[in-house]
T-cell receptor
Framework: GENVEQHPSTLSVQEGDSAVIKCTYSDSASNYFPWYKQELGKGPQLIIDIRSNVGEKKDQRIAVTLNKTAKHFSLHITETQPEDSAVYFCAASIRSGGGADGLTFGKGTHLIIQP | NAGVMQNPRHLVRRRGQEARLRCSPMKGHSHVYWYRQLPEEGLKFMVYLQKENIIDESGMPKERFSAEFPKEGPSILRIQQVVRGDSAAYFC????????????FGDGTRLSIL
């Protein structure tokens, strides 16, 4: 089955700086890679996703890159703000028009934005 | 639009009792996924259901756990004869189509076993 590794487990950056979180996956059949943000006591909230036919996707301060050959993908947050502090999870799954596997998650990165 | 609704938010059970966790998907969503999250861990997939059908239960423990998504009403995750190791946060996610649409999560049920 799929295995997703995520690092670092904790990341502390100064407000205004950029943050990068990296993930690798094992199953070359995986073709869908979402990122979730989880705040304390809440469920994961989808912040961005990318499909395997795309190498990069950007949404305001958030971007995701995918390298299918190396089987890794990364989340980039620019101009970090205090409200970006949370736990971030990467995930992978196999998706097709007929259905989708459950998501396989990384273990999470605790992002701390220092004022 | 209401999001994915899970209840109860917190559930306390004694060892040997039964726990029932409920999930109402977002309006228009017919695909439901259940995940379990242990402290300081990522979410682990348990089961994927469409209305009245279990599509993939590869992540479900073989004993004591069951799930259903009836034609009417919420999806139910049922844990019989709970043990301390069942203490975790259980999250439900839904999507309108299993293949091409992202999963949206509820805020979970925190299950504590005394």
């Amino acid at each position: 089955g799929e295995n997703v590794e995520q690092h670092p487990s904790t990341l502390s950056v100064q407000e205004g700086d950029s943050a990068v979180i990296k993930c690798t996956y094992s199953d070359s059949a995986s073709n869908y890679f979402p990122w979730y943000k989880q705040e304390l006591g809440k469920g994961p909230q989808l912040i961005i996703d990318i499909r395997s036919n795309v190498g990069e996707k950007k949404d305001q301060r958030i971007a995701v890159t995918l390298n299918k050959t190396a089987k890794h993908f990364s989340l980039h947050i620019t101009e970090t703000q205090p409200e970006d502090s949370a736990v971030y999870f990467c995930a992978a799954s196999i998706r097709s028009g007929g259905g989708a596997d459950g998501l396989t998650f990384g273990k999470g990165t605790h992002l701390i934005i220092q004022p | 639009n209401a999001g994915v609704m899970q209840n109860p938010r917190h559930l306390v059970r004694r060892r040997g009792q039964e726990a029932r966790l409920r999930c109402s998907p977002m309006k228009g969503h017919s695909h439901v996924y259940w995940y379990r999250q242990l402290p300081e861990e990522g979410l682990k997939f348990m089961v994927y259901l469409q209305k009245e059908n279990i599509i993939d239960e590869s992540g479900m423990p073989k004993e004591r756990f069951s799930a259903e998504f009836p034609k009417e009403g919420p999806s139910i995750l049922r844990i019989q004869q709970v043990v301390r190791g069942d203490s975790a946060a259980y999250f439900c996610a839904s999507s309108p189509k299993g293949g091409e649409q992202p999963q949206h999560f509820g805020d979970g049920t925190r299950l504590s076993i005394l």
